[in-house]
């Protein structure tokens, strides 16, 4: 049975920084891709950043380009993302999110262009999501 969990959201000023981690467990952590995506109020939900668990190589969204830092332990099969210089604008649910890689084609694709031939909803294992919340 997959378990994708998500923890280390919480409430912080702008400018202020917050650790994610998602711990996960019943699929083969590499090769797959693996990501941290956002979901704010009224909006749709979105891929923040990305890693291909089998290099290491990693992909963001340019609002968060310079501030976070996605990274894993494959020895615990976690992810996490260090989230710094918070801003008002990254308030959201995040989610964490796993895609394993089962083909030959597939993990060629997802280690040439950094899991970005990976559709949002081609995700198959999602945890229940981590609040952010930033003020002013």
């Known amino acids: 049975r997959v378990q994708v969990a998500e923890s280390g959201g919480g409430s912080v000023q702008a400018g202020g920084s917050l650790r994610l981690s998602c711990t996960a467990s019943?699929?083969?952590?590499?090769?797959?891709?693996v990501g941290w995506f956002r979901q704010a109020p009224g909006k749709e939900r979105e891929k923040v950043a990305t890693?291909?668990?089998?290099?290491?190589?990693?992909y963001y969204t340019d609002s968060v380009k310079g501030r976070f830092t996605i990274s894993q332990d494959t020895a615990e099969n976690t992810l996490y993302l260090q989230m710094n210089n918070l801003k008002p604008e990254d308030t959201a649910m995040f989610y964490c999110a796993a895609h394993p890689l089962d083909s030959v084609g597939a993990r060629s694709d997802a280690r040439r262009t950094r899991c970005t031939s990976v559709a949002l909803d081609e995700y198959n294992y999602w945890g229940q999501g981590t609040e952010v919340t930033v003020s002013s």
């Open positions: 890693i291909y668990t089998g290099s290491g190589s990693t």
């Open positions: 019943g699929f083969t952590w590499i090769p797959a891709c």
